[in-house]
């Protein structure tokens, strides 16, 4: 089975940037499809971005020209760089995975769909 790991959450000021790391181990002889949610105290899980059909990619609209979603395939390792940090990004980060790809429209709107999940990690930006 799939197991994912996050890493590279924090506390920086709004304006700084971090970069997230997943390592996805037991899923590297076949082809997956892997996402970055959130989900912020008080709200629903929402989908921050994704990777669908031919590399394409997904992002959610306050987090566009923002946050870059990419993978490393050799060394198994999907990341989301996200610069220019917001308060409101403040969540726990959780990366997801699937043997298919899920439906933008379904990522964006539930934030789930996904058969593994990592632990999550934690970002938060103060102000």
């Known amino acids: 089975q799939i197991q994912l790991l996050e890493s590279g959450g924090g506390t920086v000021q709004a304006g700084g940037l971090l970069r997230l790391s997943c390592a996805h181990l037991g899923g590297a002889d076949h082809e997956i499809y892997m996402a970055w949610t959130r989900q912020a105290p008080g709200k629903e899980q929402e989908g921050v971005a994704a990777?669908?059909?031919?590399?394409?990619?997904h992002y959610a609209d306050p987090v566009k020209g923002r946050f870059t979603i990419s993978q490393d395939r050799a060394k198994n390792i999907l990341y989301l760089q996200m610069d220019s940090l917001k308060p409101e990004d403040t969540a726990t980060y959780y990366c997801?995975?699937?043997?298919?790809?899920?439906?933008?429209?379904?990522?964006?709107?539930?934030?789930?769909?996904?058969?593994?999940w990592g632990q999550g990690t934690q970002v938060t930006v103060s102000s």
């Open positions: 990777f669908d059909r031919d590399g394409t990619t």
């Open positions: 997801a995975a699937d043997q298919d790809p899920i439906p933008w429209a379904v990522v964006s709107a539930t934030g789930g769909g996904y058969n593994y």
